[in-house]
């Protein structure tokens, strides 16, 4: 099981109906099975200060940048990282994530001459600027954790599909 890839390490006992002719990407698909999830089925927190503890300091330098929000940038794909939305991974107590503003997307076909740099000037910008945007937990929330979780429950139950 260790040799497959993450997205099949749910087992069918776990409830996931994998076959073999379901597309990757065939959202629908993935939306009921993550929606059929119990909470013993999430590890909520996988980098773990043990798993942290044993990785070369190349990898763990600058990890603040880790919860930055920013764009991560490939030629002409640009992806928001957006980590206040999974604060529990980093051992914070979750938060009401920030708005998300949606950037446009652009196909490079027929654009073989495109100055990728010029075109995303501003979403360059909004990466040099990364540290500058590191999401920590939130003041509202306090420390107390069942106060946090029940506010972001509530949020989230209003806006999540059913």
């Not at 099975?33 to 043990?50: G, K, M």
């Not at 979750?94 to 950037?103: A, E, L, R, S, Y």
């Amino acid at each position: 099981m260790a040799d497959c890839p993450l997205g099949c390490r749910w087992t069918n006992a776990g409830g996931l109906r994998f076959g073999a002719n379901v597309r990757t990407t065939d959202i629908e698909f993935y939306r009921d099975e993550l929606d059929q999830q119990r909470a013993s089925q999430i590890t909520w927190r996988p980098y773990t200060d043990a798993i942290i503890d044993v990785l070369s300091t190349f990898y763990v330098q600058g990890s603040e940048v880790r919860r930055s929000r920013t764009t991560l940038i490939c030629f002409h794909i640009v992806e928001l990282h957006m980590p206040d939305r999974v604060l529990r991974q980093f051992g914070l107590l979750q938060h009401i994530p920030i708005h998300v503003k949606t950037i446009r997307r652009i196909t490079s076909q027929g654009r073989p001459d495109e100055d990728w740099v010029h075109f995303h000037t501003a979403h360059i910008e909004r990466w040099r600027q990364r540290l500058h945007a590191i999401i920590d937990q939130h003041p509202i929330v306090g420390d107390d954790p069942v106060q946090a979780t029940s506010i972001y429950m509530e949020w989230y139950w209003q806006i999540t599909r059913r």
